[in-house]
T-cell receptor
Framework: ETGVTQTPRHLVMGMTNKKSLKCEQH?????MYWYKQSAKKPLELMFVYNFKEQTENNSVPSRFSPECPNSSHLFLHLHTLQPEDSALYLC?????????????FGPGTRLTVL | GDSVTQMEGPVTLSEEAFLTINCTYT??????LFWYVQYPGEGLQLLLKATKADDKGSNKGFEATYRKETTSFHLEKGSVQVSDSAVYFCALIGSSNTGKLIFGQGTTLQVKP
């Protein structure tokens, strides 16, 4: 595997379910990001991790809970979501957070909340 | 705060036509500028970038020049192909060095044979 991978690619869940999204990067990077892409809205940065430490939480509701056990893996735990949380969730990585390092994106998880 | 504005889409062109997608930005200092492309069903791929004024980024026949005086980074391609159909995002990282990517709203390009 190369680059940034995300699983699952598609997820349908009810509002009372608990699920997790997984992201893995094979680029030797130290920073990882979660973005939300909704229809007709610009991409929204959700969380930033640098060397496994969360450095940014962009006022994301607590029903989204990130976890970064090491620099290669990033999870997004989901619980009691709302239909408006349906979106494409993109993971990205870069060599470091901060600076002007370009970010490399995964293919995304298409989430539908019923 | 920093922001990016792109032209509204969709842009529909015939194959081999000339492409321009306008992008302007608001930022203090000298941000780094990027164009990302998203093909259907896929994530974002970096298309090109420029890190200082008058730099020209280029890749796969696409070009964009960092214009400080007009705060612009317009994307151009001389002859588009059907395979260029995608959504194009202009983005910046501000000179405050937080590393936070600020995206425009995206412009959909449809190229017809």
């Amino acid at each position: 595997e190369t680059g940034v991978t995300q699983t699952p690619r598609h997820l349908v869940m009810g509002m009372t379910n608990k699920k997790s999204l997984k992201c893995e990067q094979h680029l030797g990077h130290n920073a990882m990001y979660w973005y939300k892409q909704s229809a007709k809205k610009p991409l929204e940065l959700m969380f930033v991790y640098n060397f496994k430490e969360q450095t940014e939480n962009n006022s994301v509701p607590s029903r989204f809970s990130p976890e970064c056990p090491n620099s290669s893996h990033l999870f997004l735990h989901l619980h009691t979501l709302q239909p408006e949380d349906s979106a494409l969730y993109l993971c990205a990585s870069s060599s470091l957070a901060g600076g002007r390092n370009e970010q490399f994106f995964g293919p995304g998880t298409r989430l539908t909340v019923l | 705060g920093d922001s990016v504005t792109q032209m509204e889409g969709p842009v529909t062109l015939s194959e081999e036509a000339f492409l321009t997608i306008n992008c302007t930005y608001t930022a203090t200092g000298y941000p780094s500028l990027f164009w990302y492309v998203q093909y259907p069903g896929e994530g974002l791929q970096l298309l090109l970038k420029a890190t200082k004024a008058d730099d020209k980024g280029s890749n796969k026949g696409f070009e964009a020049t960092y214009r400080k005086e007009t705060t612009s980074f317009h994307l151009e391609k001389g002859s588009v192909q059907v395979s260029d159909s995608a959504v194009y995002f202009c983005a910046l990282i501000g000179s405050s060095n937080t590393g936070k990517l600020i995206f425009g709203q995206g412009t959909t390009l449809q190229v017809k044979p």
